[in-house]
């Protein structure tokens, strides 16, 4: 038996025999095509007969999984019709006097180029798509098999998936995915959570699974074993009773209240990236947005202006008509750049240049979005949220900046939402110690544990060497949390947790004790904290608070934490 562990992309237990789809190995003839129209005519044959199957797969998906997915497919065919593309493929031909199939394939590899050369990941994994195509229109016009379906269960082996190979799997038989590349943003990973299909990235799997072998995986950890032994078989075995009892506890509670077990409600909201990130939320449970990182906006090549950020914020809010969006404003620096904005290399860019700093050194950047959160304001429900924030200077410099975009767009004669609620993130220690006093002066705290837990400890969330240290168990950031929420309730203002542990069940007590009363996360963690919260009443929430606050050392509370949440099989 083998282990390793990758990257979890789709939760669930997988045990099956491999089904490995090699890379096609075609080869292409480089030399001079004699007859240039033969090989346009060639081109637009395979391009006829690639359409032709995607429409196939469009209707197959819009009848399986409906009209939101069947849409990546529905992009297939505006690319295959695509002029530019055709155009630059056509040029090739009679420029080179290329043959088809090798134009196709080199036009292909620079369009992939430009999009994996860009910063922002969803646009990144876009080079899947134009892969996806060109791959079929090659193998249409070499003749070859274009559907990859197996005749049997098994567990898919690629080095990559392409979403129509992902669309056309047969659920019955494909008992999981694993793959060599990929993300958990890529149309694969999406419509493989869709099926619900366990799927894991793993590094050089091509080579470390073998075709027939026998493997095991935890979608939800990413730990997987060839060949596994009778006694790991068991313990997967489990793994997997216990998931799928869990998924149908978690189906049982669909359509009520997030509430405790006595009926206390904790609003369950989610994180967004971006505008097509919405396309989930709706389909979940939440009803708000308590962080929309806009800074991915930024990380294209293509600045997004503020008439861009209006239709992006205005479409998101729409899409919320019980609830609401929190912007997060622009989060740049630290380990996140963006080509718009010009940041000196820095020793300690966590320390630095960062969030809200670097929005009030580039004002005219974020007045652009002010504004367009300002305008958007006028079609949906929206918050602002600053940041990295340190100090009340800070946050005061940053309103006054909204009043200004106010008296412009006044001036202007646009129309804006004067009332917008602005709060900030708290998730410096300093917010955290300050939190009494700015709970007088913001609307909202949401407190971002992701970093709250790096400056608390100072221990840098990217460092694997002091990874031992970050964790939200530890009691300096326990008690954190406790004074923010203590502040917030003082004062009479809202306060949520956005950070990722906001989805961890084990700590779900501890911050419903303390009194947070809205949590924001990944939509796919809704279900199982829903659950995990109805479990328990109130009253027992505070009680492990109150025990989980009388440890001084980590460790301590994480066996406490753990221990309670096994009695639950939490
Ligand atoms: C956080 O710090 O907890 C947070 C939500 O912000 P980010 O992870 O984007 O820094
Ligand atoms: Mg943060």
Known sequence: ?????????????????????????????????????????????GRMGAIADVEKIYEKTLTTLGENEARIFEAHLSLLNDIELIGQVEAYIKDKSAHAAY???????????????????????????IKDITTRIIKHIKGVKTDNSVEEECIVVAN????????????????????????????SAIIANLLEIPYIVLDRCMSLINQGDTVVFDGTDGSVHV??????????????????????????????????????????????????????????????????????????DEYPDEEKQFKIYKEVAEQLPEGYVTIRTIDIGGDKNSPHFDIAAEDNPFLGYRGIRLCLGEVEI???????????????????????????????????????????????????????????????????????????????FSIGTNDLVQYTLAADRMNKQVSYMYSAYDPAVIRSIGMVAQAAKMNNIPVSICGESAADKTLLPVFVGLGIRHLSMSVSFIPEVKWALHLRTLEEAEEIKNEASVFYVKKDVEEYLKKVSEMLYI
């Open 366 to 444: 974020f007045k652009a979005q002010l504004r367009a959160i300002l305008r958007a304001g006028v079609y949906g429900s929206i918050k602002i949220m600053f940041p990295m924030i340190a100090t009340i200077k800070e946050f005061m410099d940053a309103k006054e900046l909204i009043e200004e975009c106010k008296k412009e767009l006044k001036r202007e004669n646009i129309e804006y939402n004067d009332n917008i609620p602005v709060g900030i993130m708290v998730e410096t220690p300093a917010a955290a110690i300050m939190a009494d006093a700015f709970a007088k002066v913001v609307d909202f």
């Open 1 to 45: 038996m083998m282990s390793y562990f990758g990257l979890p992309i789709a939760k669930g237990i997988a045990h099956n025999k491999i089904y490995k789809i090699e890379d096609l190995l075609i080869t292409f003839d480089e030399s001079s095509a004699s007859d240039v129209e033969k090989e346009l005519e060639i081109f637009k044959n």
């Open 227 to 300: 060949d596994p032994d009778e006694e790991t078989v068991v313990e997967y075995r489990k793994r997997q009773e216990e998931y799928e009892s869990l998924k149908s506890k978690y189906k049982e509670l669909e359509g009520l209240p997030a509430a405790t077990k006595d009926g206390e409600k904790v609003e369950l909201m989610a994180n967004i990236g971006n505008a097509e990130d919405m396309e989930f939320v709706v389909k979940s449970e939440a009803k708000s947005i308590g962080l929309f990182r806009t800074e991915f906006l930024f990380m294209d």
């Open 160 to 187: 990559d998936l392409t979403p129509s190979m992902t669309s056309s799997l047969d659920k019955n038989l494909v008992k999981g995915i694993i793959t060599e590349t990929g993300g958990k943003t890529s149309h």
């Open 103 to 129: 134009a196709v394939s080199e036009v292909s590899k620079q369009l992939e180029a430009i999009f994996t050369s860009m910063d922002n990941e969803y646009m990144r994994e876009r080079a899947a798509d």
